[in-house]
């Protein structure tokens, strides 16, 4: 059962232009949700993230987009750097719980050409 | 200020033997969570940890699994007599609090076994 959905397991994009990265959910629960990056053979790192009460996050080049009814989020990235380019994982969690709550999609590797 | 620490980062072992994972979290974290990945997934939760408790252990599997955090050391997840589905990748994370979903992750320890 997945609770968090990313479709598309790649993505490629010209460097300058904007990246789209998506991401569904069923779990209604779900109240924060988060994007975390990860490059081969590191961690994941926490990139950006937004609670049910807001419907745009924005840091930087980064903006997150939540839907609720559609239950439907959305990472943009713009413009692209080459640096850009790694794995995105979506997670989402039920209200602010601490980590071991979080529940991971499966990821979108980004790859961001010169 | 060094990050979540996780040795080995690669360990390969014989169907049948014992893995032990470590990981040390960031100075002033007493919350640590283990994750699994594997192949072409998600991250997927494991267990939950403080300072010599286990808080949450809901994604453990029921046998052969278990982890630790001593109040001196790291923390453990120890699996006894390795089958070749546990080969992931295990990322252990740090968190100064629990109601903070932000936690910070090592780069993993790839378990083989052959």
């Known amino acids: 059962d997945q609770q968090v959905k990313q479709n598309s397991p790649s993505l490629s994009v010209q460097e300058g232009r904007i990246s789209i990265l998506n991401c569904d959910y069923t779990?209604?629960?779900?109240?924060?949700f988060l994007w975390y990056k990860k490059y081969p053979a590191e961690g994941p790192t926490f990139l950006i993230s937004?609670?049910?009460?807001?419907d745009k996050n924005e840091d930087g080049r980064f903006t997150v987009f939540l839907n609720k009814s559609a239950k439907h989020l959305s990472l943009h990235i713009v413009p692209s750097q080459p640096g850009d380019s790694a794995v995105y994982f979506c997670?989402?969690?039920?209200?602010?719980?601490?980590?071991?709550?979080?529940?991971f999609g499966q990821g979108t590797r980004l790859t961001i050409n010169p | 200020n060094a990050g979540v620490m996780q040795n080995p980062r690669h360990l390969v072992r014989r169907r049948g033997q014992e893995a032990r994972l470590r990981c040390s979290p960031m100075?002033?974290?007493?919350?640590v969570y283990w994750y699994r990945q594997l192949p072409e997934e998600g991250l997927k939760f494991m267990v939950y940890?403080?300072?010599?408790?286990?808080?949450?252990e809901s994604g453990m599997p029921k046998e052969r699994f278990s982890a630790e955090f001593p109040k001196e050391g790291p923390s453990i997840l120890r699996i006894q007599q390795v089958v070749r589905g546990d080969s992931a990748a295990y990322f252990c994370?740090?968190?100064?609090?629990?109601?903070?979903?932000?936690?910070?992750f090592g780069q993993g320890t790839r378990l083989t076994v052959v």
């Open positions: 100075k002033g974290h007493s919350h």
């Open positions: 994370a740090s968190s100064p609090q629990a109601m903070n979903t932000e936690a910070f």
């Open positions: 937004i609670s049910s009460i807001k």
């Open positions: 940890l403080q300072k010599e408790n286990i808080i949450d």
């Open positions: 997670a989402a969690s039920p209200i602010i719980q601490g980590a071991q709550k979080l529940v």
């Open positions: 779990n209604s629960m779900f109240d924060y």
